[in-house]
Each structure stands twice: as C-alpha cells, then as structure tokens.
T-cell receptor, first 116, second 115 residues
Framework: NAGVTQTPKFQVLKTGQSMTLQCAQDMNHEYMSWYRQDPGMGLRLIHYSVGAGITDQGEVPNGYNVSRSTTEDFPLRLLSAAPSQTSVYFC???????????????FGQGTRLTVV | ELKVEQNPLFLSMQEGKNYTIYCNYSTTSDRLYWYRQDPGKSLESLFVLLSNGAVKQEGRLMASLDTKARLSTLHITAAVHDLSATYFCAVDMVEAPSNDYKLSFGAGTTVTVRA
C-alpha cells in the first residue's frame, strides 16, 4: 500500500501560470480532500469529494478547481496562480462517509508551492 | 458552519512537566481526531475519539472527549523533547440535507519542549 501519493513535492510558479497538483490513493477511500496550510491558520479545506463524480467546495475554494473521475485520483488545479496561493497543500483521504463515520484521515506528503 | 478552536496556539514546555491542549468545536459531533505534524512533514493520526467520555492513551499523551461540552483535551505527561511538534484536532460532520461528509481542523498548537 502506497497510501496517499501527492506530486510534486515542491513547485515554483509565476503569477498567472496554471498547474495541477496530483493526488492518488490506493485504499479505496470514498472521501478525498484538499487543504492548504498557512502559518497560524491551520488547515483550511479547499475542495472535497465524497465519491467519484462528486465534488464540493470547502472553506477557501476560489482560484482552484477539482475533479474526481475515479475513486483513486483527486487532482487540484490552480487556474491562474497568484502570490496569495503560496502555501503548503495537503491531500487527504478517508474511509469515512455519511454512512461510515469515525475513521481517521490519511495525508499525502504535501506540496510546497511558491508563486512569484 | 463547523468551527474548531484550539488553545493555546503556541506552548513552550519544560521537560518533565505536564501540560494540556484544548480543542473546542461548534457543532454536535461524537467524533474527534488528534493529529501530529513534525516540521516540514505530513500529518499522522494520534487518536480517534468516538463517543462521549472516550479516553485514549499512548505513551505520554492522553486524549479525552466531552461531547456535551464540545471539548477535547490532549494531556501531555512529563514532557520530553521528542514531543516537540504541532498538534491538530479535527472534527467531522455530515451536512444536511446533502449528506456530505466534511472534516475540519483547528489551527494547531505548536509545542516546543525545552530542557
């Protein structure tokens, strides 16, 4: 089991560029999510998905898109990078759903993104 | 909207002493999770608390949950340097009427243990 695999680990973008952060899990988890981590603000939910074909916005969705075409993959797209998107991004997955509750989330290793 | 608040946000501990981190949350939930993050690393699960009065212990860490007070505590006994890290609590909920499951985190407590 690889768990949650996130790529790349580091990325530098110029303002206005677009890119996709990849996230894949091999645990057959229904719930996947993207968080950004900024100093003093903890983890803020960007987008989440409760299953293939279903996505929804979290707390800070502006400037990001997601899709969930398969159970395994949940990519995060930055449409037009801005310096305010400089952050550390974490992908997480969990077996929890509205049916199954109380299971821990597993996190990827994080992507450190700098927008200049 | 589910809000999760931790305090303190920063905690300087002296080796050998006991400390407590508090986690308050705003919605009715019987499930609370504690995670640890080392600098530059990912988050790893410490405890899963699934009912009122739940208590879990691992080494020098003990977590408890009071769902009536919407409060969880992470107690550190006789702090040692290896416990220096950032600790996060998280709460999940199922939103009605969409039945969407969502996991929300506190801001984290950065712990530094000094000799």
């Amino acid at each position: 089991n690889a768990g949650v695999t996130q790529t790349p680990k580091f990325q530098v973008l110029k303002t206005g560029q677009s890119m996709t952060l990849q996230c894949a899990q091999d645990m057959n988890h229904e719930y996947m999510s993207w968080y950004r981590q900024d100093p003093g603000m903890g983890l803020r939910l960007i987008h989440y998905s409760v299953g293939a074909g279903i996505t929804d916005q979290g707390e800070v969705p502006n400037g990001y898109n997601v899709s969930r075409s398969t159970t395994e993959d949940f990519p995060l797209r930055l449409l037009s990078a801005a310096p305010s998107q400089t952050s550390v991004y974490f992908c997480a997955s969990s077996y929890s759903s509205f049916v199954v509750l109380g299971t821990e989330a597993f996190f990827g290793q994080g992507t450190r993104l700098t927008v200049v | 909207e589910l809000k999760v608040e931790q305090n303190p946000l920063f905690l300087s501990m002296q080796e050998g002493k006991n400390y407590t981190i508090y986690c308050n949350y705003s919605t009715t939930s019987d499930r609370l999770y504690w995670y640890r993050q080392d600098p530059g690393k990912s988050l790893e699960s410490l405890f899963v608390l699934l009912s009122n009065g739940a208590v879990k212990q691992e080494g020098r860490l003990m977590a408890s949950l009071d769902t009536k007070a919407r409060l969880s505590t992470l107690h550190i006994t006789a702090a040692v340097h290896d416990l220096s890290a950032t600790y996060f609590c998280a709460v999940d909920m199922v939103e009605a009427p969409s039945n969407d499951y969502k996991l929300s985190f506190g801001a984290g407590t950065t712990v530094t243990v000094r000799a």
